[in-house]
């Protein structure tokens, strides 16, 4: 059942695909920028560094240190940034999906914050169910995934 009664011209094409285009700009600013960085950082001792401090805390979830990167850049900026690490980190698909349900719950921290305090939510307590939740996530997912 086709519901879509209006007429599909050349204009709401055009319309579509510059718009597309747009959104593909605004994401590849985020995205591209953050691959490249590290990506120059796994050349460098830093990474190394990185995944040393973090081993401990990230293998909780199944996760290699250098995901730290990916998690933090997830929740302080937001998920593109954090995509754009989880591709040049060369994850497994285990870890992908667990970074990713980890994500889902907890990111964007500081613009979601700020908006839940302008609806009247306590910020330390959206900080604090959202991290717990991709916390839980993690350490679930980590055990029942193979």
């Known amino acids: 059942m086709n519901i879509y009664r209006g007429k599909l011209d050349a204009t709401t094409i055009k319309r579509g695909f510059f718009s597309g285009l747009e ?6 600013r985020i995205v591209v920028p ?25 293998g909780i979830f199944g996760l290699p240190g250098k995901a730290a990167i990916a998690l ?3 929740n302080l900026v937001n998920l593109y940034a954090a995509i754009g690490a989880m591709v040049s980190l060369s994850l497994t698909p285990k870890e992908i999906t667990i970074l990713g349900i980890m994500l889902s719950f907890c990111h964007s921290l500081p613009v979601e914050t700020a908006l839940a305090r302008k609806i009247g939510l306590s910020p ?7 991290a717990s939740l991709a916390i839980a ?8 995934l193979k």
Do not use: C, D, E, H
Request: glycine share 4%.
């Open 72 to 74: 933090v850049l997830g």
């Open 124 to 130: 330390l307590n959206v900080i604090l169910v959202r």
């Open 137 to 144: 996530s993690g350490i679930l997912f980590n055990l029942f």
């Open 34 to 58: 953050i691959y490249f960085i590290v990506t120059f950082l796994k050349y460098t001792p830093l990474m190394n560094f990185i995944t040393s401090i973090f081993s401990p805390l990230m």
């Open 23 to 28: 959104v593909t700009w605004q994401l590849a």
